[in-house]
């Protein structure tokens, strides 16, 4: 089985490309938990 940096070489992406991506995602699912209540709430009790 590939490791994903043999699968995203294979797929012609470039890591930088694949980095900016990941840190746009994290930095949604941030601003996601902050903004709603629920899900930071849930995300609290997971991290306990």
Request: no cysteine.
């Amino acid at each position: 089985m590939l490791n994903w940096t043999e699968t995203i070489t294979l797929k012609g992406f470039r890591a930088s490309h694949l980095t900016s991506a990941g840190d746009a995602a994290v930095n949604i699912f941030k601003a996601t938990l902050n903004t709603h209540p629920l899900i930071k709430a849930s995300h609290w009790l997971l991290k306990r």
